[in-house]
């Protein structure tokens, strides 16, 4: 199978203050990752493509400044959420393709939590 | 832009019996996918289609790519209650391409 693991799985943090979440391909390489986030009953949204080695492509409406994707190897992609808000509590999502053609991996999910 | 339409947004069915969910577009897709979504994880896998026409099953699972490249559904058949969780399905223009998710149907299933 194709394994995508997040890390942390939950976080708290103070409003103002970054928050960097990693996502990791365990069994294979993924020079393609994609992060997404997810309100309570809500359906996934696609915040950006992170692509191995270049700079990551956002969805429109997604502040790149402020949602920093690092995708440096090709087993990790790292989204940072700088000077994070109440309003960016959320469930941040990533997945990756295992191989060309192959379908999307999703990792468990991170949950953050801005007071 | 591109959306997917899925409904009703809730469905609730007696343990044992057949599911059958329904997912539309505007759009062509030339990758259906199907996922489940938990409480608290990431979505996983079911079907995968790739080629307009198909039928492919996964245990109790059997997903269909419509002819018209605009459809899909999912039937689960025989449900049992750990079948509960909220259903996805996802278009993909082509390989290695970003989806597109439909606002998902939550199956509750009664003992």
């Known amino acids: 199978g194709a394994v995508v693991s997040q890390h942390p799985s939950w976080v708290i943090c103070k409003s103002g203050t970054s928050v960097k979440i990693e996502c990791r391909s365990l069994d294979f390489q993924a020079t393609t990752m994609f992060w997404y986030r997810q309100f309570p009953k809500q359906s996934l949204m696609l915040m950006a493509t992170?692509?191995?080695?270049?700079?990551?492509?956002?969805e429109q409406g997604v502040e790149k400044d402020k949602f920093l994707i690092n995708h440096a190897s090709l087993t990790l992609s790292t989204l940072t959420v700088t000077s994070a808000h109440p309003e960016d509590s959320s469930f941040y999502i990533c997945?990756?393709?295992?191989?060309?053609?192959?379908?999307?991996?999703f990792g468990p999910g991170t949950r953050l939590t801005v007071l | 832009g591109q959306q997917l339409n899925q409904s009703p947004q809730s469905m609730f069915i007696q343990e044992g019996e057949d599911v059958s969910m329904n997912c539309t577009s505007s759009s062509i897709f030339n990758t259906w996918l199907w996922y489940k979504q938990d409480p608290g994880e990431g979505p996983v896998l079911l079907i995968a289609l790739y080629k307009a026409g198909e039928l492919t099953s996964n245990g109790r699972l059997t997903a269909q790519f419509g002819i018209t490249r605009k459809d899909s559904f999912l039937n689960i058949s025989a449900s049992i209650p750990s079948d509960v969780g909220i259903y996805f399905c996802?278009?993909?223009?082509?390989?290695?391409?970003?989806?597109?998710f439909g606002k998902g149907i939550t199956l509750s299933v009664r003992p």
């Open positions: 992170s692509n191995e080695g270049s700079k990551a492509t956002y």
């Open positions: 997945s990756a393709f295992k191989q060309f053609g192959d379908t999307q991996y």
């Open positions: 996802a278009g993909s223009p082509g390989a290695n391409s970003k989806l597109t």
